[in-house]
């Protein structure tokens, strides 16, 4: 059974700094882009930040130059170093994968959600 468990999140205070891990397990292949997305209250999941298996990177306006994501193709791991964190931060985030999967025989990809992590910024 493929999995993606999140860990990392948790209370931190204005400029703060908090790391989410994403570990991948299961009959993988290969993982192709991975990314973290948020979801505030009241609010639709959006991009955080993504990045490709080749390590090309994208991030949403409003965490550039403050988060960082990170990959170890080994360890099928997705990393998310958050800085200078501000309270419009504080959200449920959500890892994301494209994964390559084996069984009877066949490749086949799925894009699958971890489970979410709170992340809660006070001022």
């Known amino acids: 059974q493929v999995q993606l468990v999140e860990s990392g999140g948790g209370l931190v205070q204005a400029g703060g700094s908090l790391r989410l891990s994403c570990a991948a397990s299961?009959?993988?292949?290969?993982?192709?882009?991975m990314g973290w997305y948020s979801q505030g209250p009241g609010k639709q999941r959006e991009l955080v930040a993504a990045?490709?298996?080749?390590?090309?990177?994208n991030y949403a306006d409003s965490v550039k130059g403050r988060f960082t994501i990170s990959r170890d193709n080994a360890k099928n791991t997705v990393y998310l170093q958050m800085n200078s964190l501000k309270p419009e931060d504080t959200a449920v985030y959500y890892c994301?994968?494209?994964?390559?999967?084996?069984?009877?025989?066949?490749?086949?990809?799925?894009?699958?959600w971890g489970q979410g992590t709170q992340v809660t910024v006070s001022s």
């Open positions: 994301n994968a494209d994964l390559q999967l084996y069984s009877g025989g066949y490749y086949y990809t799925k894009n699958h």
């Open positions: 990045i490709t298996s080749g390590g090309s990177t």
């Open positions: 299961g009959a993988i292949s290969n993982i192709n882009t």
